[in-house]
């Protein structure tokens, strides 16, 4: 089994820093995508950044030039530095990662999601 645990939602004021950070552990063979998506209350879940094994990444448009993905390979966990926030950047924050649990054998993992909320 795998489990992806995310950590650093919060309360944050517009224009401020928060950090999202999402740790995958268990049965790992190797891990293939990591990738940050969020869901805003009414609306679908939407991807907002993403990084390859080899480090390659992509953005929304509505976070380019505000947010940076990151990964730790030796630790399994993948980050989302996210700055200047605005209010509409406020929703639940899911980590999603490709883990191969065997050498020919993988799926996706979802973390249960970090609420951020950007208000003043």
């Known amino acids: 089994q795998v489990q992806l645990v995310e950590s650093g939602g919060g309360l944050v004021q517009p224009g401020g820093s928060l950090r999202l950070s999402c740790a995958a552990s268990?049965?790992?063979?190797?891990?293939?995508?990591m990738e940050w998506y969020r869901q805003a209350s009414g609306k679908q879940r939407e991807l907002v950044a993403g990084?390859?094994?080899?480090?390659?990444?992509n953005y929304a448009d509505s976070v380019k030039g505000r947010f940076t993905i990151s990964r730790d390979n030796a630790k399994n966990t993948v980050t989302l530095q996210m700055s200047i926030l605005k209010p509409e950047d406020t929703a639940v924050y899911y980590c999603?990662?490709?883990?191969?649990?065997?050498?020919?054998?993988?799926?996706?993992?979802w973390g249960k999601g970090t609420l951020v909320t950007v208000s003043s």
């Open positions: 999603k990662v490709f883990v191969f649990t065997r050498a020919n054998y993988g799926r996706n993992y």
């Open positions: 268990g049965s790992i063979f190797s891990i293939n995508d």
């Open positions: 990084v390859t094994s080899g480090g390659s990444t």
